[in-house]
Each structure stands twice: as structure tokens, then as C-alpha cells.
């Protein structure tokens, strides 16, 4: 079946530091990645999404690209602020009604 | 944000004792799911719905049964409740046709 594998943590890093937060997976068909970060007693909230191979999913400073030929969805952020820290999860989806295949979450702690 | 609440967001139950959550969504969105998040384990689907009255099993679906008699609602119920199911429980939704799915607060579950 489908499956995410993504580090764990917790990840420590200085404020300013270049983030990456590797994630593969294993997939049947052509699924839609995403990245999801969760804050401290709430929900998930969708951060970035790529819907096909090579495409680049970006948002408030965070990048991933779909690589097909390494089924790999990395996270990176050129400057990560203390406001990152959260927890972040990769996932992915068939398109079906059986909902996301998520990974265990990587735990990321910034100081100042 | 999408439109989702979750009730009750705290609950202290009984080993035994049956216990409901509702989900709710504003967003006349299709596709409604239960997750519950555990350390070590990411998300994992318990049950989910692809219309009022169609639902189905998910990864983690023994002791739990879920109702939708109306577009907005989702429910899930713990017919006996046991302390292995202690547990945050989210909601989310999906109109399936931009795939990522939108999730509510969540719901912390202790069984003692």
C-alpha cells in the first residue's frame, strides 16, 4: 500500500538557518503531495501542494518539488524564523475518497 | 479557513461508556473523514464519507462507528469506549476535486 517516510525529529536549528525536511514515499499511480503543518493545540493546516511530477509548491517562504524519479517531496525554507516551529507532516493522496496517507510528522524547533 | 468544528474539543470518559463527536462543515464539501493522531503514528484514517449515508472503513476502524444524515455532519461514535482509544481526533473535508483536504481543531479524547 501507500506509504510516507519522513524524519522524525525533533529537528533544532538557529534562527536564519536553511531548513530541509526530506520526505519519500511509495506510491501506486500519480498522487498529489502535500505538506501540512500543525501549531501547538490545533489543527493541520495545508501548506504547500504539488499536483504532478516536477511541479513546485510554495508558500509563505517554503518550497517542495515533486521528483518522481526519486519519490521525493522535500520541504526547504531559505530562513527559518522562530514562528516556524510547529510540527510538519508529508502526505499524499490517490485523488480517491479514501482519503491522505500521512508520515509521522517532523517535529522543527527554531531558537532564537 | 474552511469551515469545520469540531464538538466537544475536550472530553473525560470512562472505560465502557459510549462517547459521540460531531464534526461539522459550512463548506457543503462531498468528502468528510475522521483521523486520530497518536505519538509515533501520524494520522491514521478511521472512517470515512463520500455522501449522506455512504461511508466507509479506514485503516483504524475497529470500535468505532461513524453516521452522516446530512451533508454537514459527520459523526463518530466509540460504542464502548476502551483506553487504547484515548486519542486526538480531528475531522477534515475534501470536495475532492482539488484533492488536499481541510481539517477541523480537533477533539482530545481521554479514557480512564
Known amino acids: 500500500g501507500d506509504s510516507v517516510t519522513q524524519m522524525e525529529g525533533p529537528v533544532t536549528l538557529s534562527e536564519e538557518a536553511f531548513l530541509t525536511i526530506n520526505c519519500t514515499y511509495t506510491?501506486?499511480?500519480?498522487?498529489?503531495l502535500f505538506w501540512y503543518v500543525q501549531y501547538p493545540g490545533e489543527g493541520l493546516q495545508l501548506l504547500l501542494k504539488a499536483t504532478k511530477a516536477d511541479d513546485k509548491g510554495s508558500n509563505k517562504g517554503f518550497e517542495a518539488t515533486y521528483r518522481k524519479e526519486t519519490t521525493s517531496f522535500h520541504l526547504e525554507k531559505g530562513s527559518v524564523q522562530v514562528s516556524d516551529s510547529a510540527v510538519y507532516f508529508c502526505a499524499l493522496g490517490g485523488g480517491g475518497a479514501d482519503g491522505l496517507t500521512f508520515g509521522k510528522g517532523t517535529h522543527l524547533i527554531i531558537q532564537p | 479557513d474552511a469551515g469545520i468544528t469540531q464538538s466537544p474539543r475536550h472530553k473525560v470518559t470512562e472505560t465502557g461508556t459510549p462517547v459521540t463527536l460531531r464534526c461539522h462543515q459550512t463548506?457543503?464539501?462531498?468528502?468528510m473523514y475522521w483521523y486520530r493522531q497518536d505519538p509515533g503514528h501520524g494520522l491514521r484514517l478511521i472512517h470515512y464519507s463520500y455522501g449522506v449515508k455512504d461511508t466507509d472503513k479506514g485503516e483504524v476502524s475497529d470500535g468505532y462507528s461513524v453516521s452522516r444524515s446530512k451533508t454537514e455532519d459527520f459523526l463518530l461514535t466509540l460504542e464502548s469506549a476502551t483506553s487504547s482509544q484515548t486519542s486526538v481526533y480531528f475531522c477534515?473535508?475534501?470536495?475532492?476535486?482539488?484533492?488536499?483536504?481541510?481539517f477541523g481543531p480537533g477533539t482530545r479524547l481521554t479514557v480512564t
Open positions: 463548506e457543503n464539501h462531498r468528502y
Open positions: 506510491a501506486t499511480g500519480y498522487p498529489s
Open positions: 477534515a473535508i475534501s470536495d475532492y476535486s482539488d484533492y488536499e483536504q481541510y
